[in-house]
Structures are given as C-alpha cells and as structure tokens.
C-alpha cells in the first residue's frame, strides 16, 4: 500500500464504535475552546475522550506562550468542575514554548501522556487527535516518537483557505514550524481552515440564551463566558471556531472535505504547494445548522 492510500483508507475508514480522542487546546484563549471541549465530552456515544491537554498561546489574555498554557490548564480544570468530573489523570499540563526548531522537541507532560496513548492504540483502532490551539504539542509528540504517525489520526483547526490572502491565522501564526513538521509528517491529517471554512460556525448570545439557560451549571457556565465576550450584543454575533473539529469526528458529513498536497507554510505567510507531496484531507465548507442543533441537543443533556 502505498503512503497516500494509507492516508485516505485511514482518514476515511473509521473503525466501528466509538472513536478515541484526545483534545490538545489554548483554553482560555478564547471562548469557542470552551464549547469544544464541552461538546465532545457530552458526545459519550461517539466519543472516548481521554484526554485533556493544554496548549500555549500568546497575546494580550497571557503574558507569554507558558503563561497562556498555565492558564489554559486551570480553564481545563474549571470546565470540568462545571460538568461535574475530575482532572487527575485527565487533563496534562502542554509546552511552555513554541518549537525553535526540529531538533529541539517541547517535551512535556501532555506530549507523554499524548505518545503513551498512541503507542497503545493500533492500526484498526487509532487515536484520534483533536488540535484547537498552536500544534505545538502534536509536532512534539511526533519528533519524539515518529512511530505515532501510525497509530494517529490528526484533526487540526488550523491556517485559513488556501486562496487566502495570508496563513495569518492565530493557531498557525503562533508555530509555523510545529505546522510544517505536522505538514512534512505524513501523519493522516484533517486540516479545517478558518477563514472560509469554520467561519461560517457564528452565533449569537439570543440564540445561546434560548437553547442553553437554565439547562444545567455547564450551559450556565458557557452562556457566561459568551456573555463576557463582548460589552454590547445588541446585532453581535461571534463565531466559535474549534467546534469544526468535534463536528467532524461526531459526522464527518457536516465537515466535507476534499484530499490535496499538503502544503508548506512559508516565512512570508503564504502557503506554497508540491503536488508531489502527500495527501492531506481539507475540509471546504461546514454545514453549521446541523452542527449546533448537535451541540445544542448534546450540551442540554449533559453536564
């Protein structure tokens, strides 16, 4: 067989039951992380999460990428006191940079916890790993120990559509030299842009107010994070990014996508392509009416 019918026999054939996910994730960077991360762990009959990792951001909520993990990690722990469930063993602490170059992987303890967990899983049955920040524990993790490409299946909100005028996008600007490596690995990788593809996943507080208030202390806690997003919701809609990620491993019809080349995130923010190179799956649209009427059903039952 050869690397790119791997690629699609393993991106494409699902194994029966349930799938294993493990969630790589800047929490506290914005608030859609927060809906992703309740999302999957309220699908308990398609998903197994079993685990919990927090990424590094950098911006004007942390004082540098280790703070922004820090700080993602004790909004892991708060989301999961909302919904009633311990964080021992669950959720790992992530990498306190951004990766300088291949030779210098971000070891860490969600990168172990991540390679441990691949190495238990196998070719019929592999984990499946749900990337919402900057990649830079996954391109870690694989640097480490190149023989997770086998045993994973990558689904990374990351970088905009190819005809985008830029890669500017927050996840991939933050790492592009975790992109390339996650990019050059040939792991079997779905990519959801967000300019064009995942953009299109906006709400609004009206809307979260009549489906979610009162349901329960998790859909309390998130219609409270959505109301702190802005001080004036009156027209305001605000669209939750990294939902597109749990969508397309609940249905993967609601996130359709087409395999390419993968490509090459360059220096001056552009993507370059070989179509030499192996295939990656690209998601180019979302069907967003199906996915929050999921969410929805799925946190008012929960939690």
Sequence with gaps: ???????????????????????????????DDQFAVCYALSADDKLNVKALYAAPFFNSLSE?????MEKSYEEIVKLLSSMGRKHENFAFKGSERYLEDRNKPCDNPAVRDLIKKAMEADEEHPL?????????????AILIEPEIVKRIVVVWLGGHVYHYIHTREF????????????FDSKVPLVQI???????QLITSLYDL???LQGKNKMCDTLLEIYKACAKDHFGYGRVIWDISTIAWLINPEWVPCSFVSSPMVNENDRYSFDQTRHLISCAFDVNRNAIFKDMYKRLTCGG
């Design 209 to 211: 107010k009549a489906h």
């Design 1 to 31: 067989m050869n690397e790119n019918t791997y690629i699609i026999e393993r991106i494409t054939n699902r194994p029966s039951g349930k799938l294993d996910v493990v969630i790589d994730t800047d929490t506290y960077n914005e608030i």
């Design 128 to 140: 499946y790993v749900a990337a919402i920040g900057a990649i830079t524990n996954v391109a870690s």
């Design 64 to 68: 540098g990428p280790k703070d922004g």
């Design 171 to 182: 996840n991939m600007f933050q790492d592009k030299a975790a992109a390339n490596v996650v």
């Design 193 to 199: 842009p967000c300019k064009g593809v995942a953009s």
